[in-house]
C-alpha cells in the first residue's frame, strides 16, 4: 500500500462547477500537509498548506481530518486554467527527508 | 533571479553511458534534492543535501550519485545509465527552516535505450 494515496482521476467537470478531490495517508505521525499543483510536462509548484483547522486561499479550500487520516482540497467556480493534476504532499516528521508526494488526481475543466 | 535552472532539458543514452544531470539555484538555499517522477507513483526522493559538503540518501539513490561542494550546485550523476532510469527527474530546493516550501525546477526528461 502506497503511504500516500490518491484517486488519480481525471475529473472532468465543466467550468464554474465545484470539484473536490481527497487524499489518504497511512502513517499516523505524519505532521505537514501540503497541495501542490503540476502543469503538463512542467514542475509542481506549492499551492496551499493545509491546517488542522482547515483553510481558504480564493476559491480552494484545503481540510484535514487526522482521525480519518485525509486531507482534501475544494475548488469552487472552477476555472480553465484549474485544469492540472493536483499533488497531495505529506511530510512524516518535518524533516526535509521525510516528504511523500502522492502520484496526483488529474483534474480537466470544459467550456 | 532564475531560480532553479536545470540542464539538459531532453537527454538520451544508451545502457550503460553515463552522464551528469545539472542543478543549480540563485536563492540563496540551504536544502536541495533530486527526484524522479515516474507515471502513476509520484515523486521519489533520490537523494538530498543540507548544506555544502552535506549529502544523504533517498527512497531510490542505487544508480545515482550526487556532490555538494557550493551552495548553489547539486549535480546528479548516472553512474552506469539502465532502462529502468528512464524518467523525468526534478531538482528542487528550500530555504533554511522552510523545507516543506519546495521549488522545483523544470525538469529533465532522460530516455535510456
Known amino acids: 500500500r502506497k503511504e500516500v494515496e490518491q484517486d488519480p482521476g481525471p475529473f472532468n467537470v465543466p467550468e464554474g462547477a465545484t470539484v473536490a478531490f481527497n487524499c489518504t495517508y497511512s502513517n499516523s505521525a505524519s505532521q505537514s500537509f501540503f497541495w501542490y499543483r503540476q502543469d503538463c510536462r512542467k514542475e509542481p509548484k506549492l499551492l496551499m498548506s493545509v491546517y488542522s483547522s482547515g483553510n481558504e486561499d480564493g476559491r480552494f479550500t484545503a481540510q484535514l481530518n487526522r482521525a480519518s487520516q485525509y486531507i482534501s482540497l475544494l475548488i469552487r467556480d472552477s476555472k480553465l486554467s484549474d485544469s492540472a493534476t493536483y499533488l497531495c504532499?505529506?511530510?512524516?516528521?518535518?524533516?526535509?527527508?521525510?516528504?511523500?508526494f502522492g502520484s496526483g488526481t488529474r483534474l480537466s475543466i470544459r467550456p | 533571479n532564475a531560480g532553479v535552472t536545470q540542464t539538459p532539458k531532453f537527454q538520451v543514452l544508451k545502457t550503460g553511458q553515463s552522464m551528469t544531470l545539472q542543478c543549480a539555484q540563485d536563492m540563496n538555499h540551504e536544502y536541495m534534492s533530486w527526484y524522479r517522477q515516474d507515471p502513476g507513483m509520484g515523486l521519489r526522493l533520490i537523494h538530498y543535501?543540507?548544506?555544502?559538503?552535506?549529502?544523504d540518501q533517498g527512497e531510490v539513490p542505487n544508480g545515482y550519485n550526487v556532490s555538494r561542494s557550493t551552495t548553489e550546485d547539486f549535480p546528479l550523476r548516472l553512474l552506469s545509465a539502465a532502462p529502468s532510469q528512464t524518467s523525468v527527474y526534478f531538482c528542487?530546493?528550500?530555504?533554511?527552516?522552510?523545507?516543506?516550501?519546495?521549488?522545483f525546477g523544470p525538469g529533465t526528461r532522460l530516455t535510456v535505450l
Open positions: 543535501s543540507v548544506g555544502a559538503g552535506i549529502t
Open positions: 528542487a530546493s528550500s530555504p533554511r527552516g522552510s523545507y516543506n516550501e519546495q521549488f
Open positions: 504532499v505529506v511530510n512524516r516528521h518535518s524533516s526535509a527527508s521525510k516528504i511523500i
